[in-house]
């Protein structure tokens, strides 16, 4: 990307204004991981960034810090209390960091009396300025806001994979959202690079279940980790055994073990940034289609808490391809959003 389309990205999506405060974050890892060469290339692409905020800043009278932390090694994993009273100081906050900070940030900036919005940047690569940030985010932000009143206006979705595993998303009593590159008032959250609509399934949570009844989703939800492909086990909203042999189903049967909320089925996502393409990272890939994660929903609007929240990518280039997601429409029609693992933009238009 050109210093000039950066410039004009920048103002676009952030809109940083006179007497504001800018702030970076940027986790470092430990164990001699600074040393590879891909914190190295996020380091040089942090320091890129900073150097073109601070130059603007000085032009346009706002001021710009970098704030680095010990690495959580997880996504979603709570942020030391100094970052987190960090981020409550700042109006606008850029984090490019290896871990999303999501569950941390995104409650700061949503309570009453906040002054802050946020960029989070989980993975970020710099090939990202060339595709999914390249995007027009008035197109995305029509197809995220059509999308978003779809899911509104869904109270299920039927997925089926290539691998003839069915799974079903109970989607009501929840509301859906968007992001879809703007981040230029207070109290946006968004990913970026941006574009989709997301909506927390129904979890049947204690103080729930007794007026609404038990969670409808269930089903086999096919995944891979490392190359190792397993089959989650679905009931009442959460995953309730893994198939696989192996290692890492061994791995993950215990990582499951160690905290029940981890097993909550906590997100349906579906990326529409038509320049996103696969390239191994959530951040981007997630923009691409059709995502389902796992744990904490809380700040989405759900109902449930964890240590972790991760997105498993189910988009064309993916391990697993040939999926079909229908919704199911609060008339009891079904709308194929979903076909052959392709969005079908044509609906959203």
Not at 61 to 77: C, P, Q
Not at 144 to 155: C, V
Not at 243 to 272: P, Y
Request: net charge negative.
């Amino acid at each position: 990307m050109r210093y000039e389309d950066r410039i004009k990205m920048f103002k676009q999506v952030f809109a940083p204004i006179p007497g504001e405060k800018v702030l970076f974050l940027m986790d470092v890892p430990n164990g001699g991981k600074k040393d590879t060469d891909e914190f190295k290339e996020r380091l040089e692409m942090v320091q890129d960034w900073y150097n073109t905020f601070k130059g603007l800043g000085k032009k346009e009278g706002f001021t710009v810090e970098m704030l680095k932390y010990e690495s959580t090694g997880r996504h979603n994993a709570p942020l030391p209390d100094d970052v987190a009273n960090a981020v409550k100081k700042s109006n606008l906050v850029i984090a490019m960091t290896e871990f999303s900070p999501t569950s941390t940030i995104l409650p700061i900036s949503r309570a009453e009396g906040s002054i802050t919005r946020c960029a989070s940047m989980p993975g970020v690569e710099r090939s990202m300025e060339d595709t999914a940030m390249s995007a027009d985010f008035s197109e995305v932000n029509k197809y995220a806001r059509n999308l978003e009143k779809m899911l509104n206006n869904a109270i299920g979705a039927d997925i089926t994979f290539s691998t003839g595993d069915k799974l079903y998303l109970d989607l009501r009593y929840r509301n859906a959202m968007h992001e879809a590159g703007d981040c230029t008032k207070v109290g946006k959250f968004i990913n970026f690079p941006t574009g989709e609509a997301l909506k927390p399934p129904y979890e049947a949570t204690p103080d729930e279940i007794d007026e609404k009844g038990e969670s409808k989703t269930e089903g086999t939800w096919p995944v891979y980790f490392d190359n190792n492909r397993m089959i989650f086990k679905v009931k009442n909203n959460k995953i309730v055994d893994i198939i696989g042999d192996g290692k890492k189903a061994d791995e993950m049967k215990k990582f499951f073990k160690e905290n029940d909320t981890r097993r909550n089925l906590a997100e349906l996502g579906i990326g529409c940034n038509p320049n996103a393409v696969i390239m191994g990272k959530i951040l981007e890939d997630e923009k691409v289609g059709l995502h389902i994660a796992y744990g904490t929903s809380a700040h989405l609007g759900g109902k449930v808490k964890s240590d972790v929240h991760l997105d498993i990518v189910h988009a064309k280039g993916c391990p697993i391809e040939g999926t079909t997601l229908n919704l199911i429409n609060v008339d009891g029609s079904k709308t194929e959003l979903i076909r052959d693992t392709v969005l079908r933009y044509e609906l959203l238009i």
